[in-house]
């Protein structure tokens, strides 16, 4: 990709976050980088061919949040969501219009459902693994591990929609990020060598959080 491709997607990623997808023109690309339109419509004919560029970089960037390795811990988890996270503030526009743009380019956004459902299977293997290590309960007729992930991405993926709409004041109740929520997801199913796990993993952000003060 060119350094002008480059930039177009940069400078556009910056506007559709400040105005919405749907709020930002060609021209009003060009005008802000000081290029005219036809030297944009040179790198990208139309807008939906400069999505398909920006869905291409999401696609990348979350293809590398599954954790990997044979030794693989609770904290795992929150590095995965953390990283997803980083990803939504990013390209912040892209999951606030997201119903919008799949209604509007159904073609270009079935390559972000089609790694969505990959990263369910991810995830489901993620799940068996700690079964399997003794950090989560088996599953059995009370405990639906298909159900718990379906909730973990719900809050995930929507998350800065949700706090989009809620007002400043009651918006201050509310972590920065999902993590708080998706650990009270989770911890229910927890062993005690999970729940000490877990517990491990929030000691340590505290510090963190102290020594930043």
């Known amino acids: 990709m060119t350094d002008t491709k480059l930039e177009i997607i940069r400078s556009s990623v910056a506007l559709f976050n400040k105005k919405g997808f749907f709020n930002v023109s060609i021209k ?19 807008k939906e061919h400069l999505l398909s560029a920006i869905l291409e970089e999401i696609l990348n960037s979350s293809a590398d949040i599954m954790p990997k390795g044979q030794y693989i811990t609770l904290a795992h988890f929150e590095e995965m969501f953390r990283k997803f996270y980083a990803i939504q503030k990013q390209y912040s526009f892209f999951f606030l219009d997201i119903i919008y743009l799949m ?6 956004l079935n390559g972000y459902r089609v790694a969505t459902s990959r990263r369910f299977d991810d995830a489901r293997r993620l799940v068996d693994h700690f079964i399997a290590s003794g950090r989560l309960v088996e599953e059995n007729n009370r405990v639906e591990y298909n159900t718990v992930i379906r909730n973990l991405w719900m809050v995930s993926t929507f998350w800065s929609t949700g ?10 109740a509310f972590d920065d990020t999902p993590m708080t929520t998706l650990w009270g997801i989770l911890s229910p199913y ?7 796990e877990y517990e491990e993993i929030i000691q340590l952000n505290n510090l963190k959080s102290t020594n930043n003060l």
């Not at 927890?190 to 000490?196: N, P, R």
């Open 190 to 196: 927890l062993t005690k060598k999970g729940y000490d």
């Open 103 to 108: 209604a509007e380019y159904p073609i270009i």
């Open 28 to 46: 009003d690309i060009a005008d802000s980088m000081r290029i005219s339109p036809g030297n944009f419509t040179y790198h990208f004919k139309r």
């Open 163 to 172: 706090t989009a709409i809620i007002d400043k004041k009651h918006a201050l």
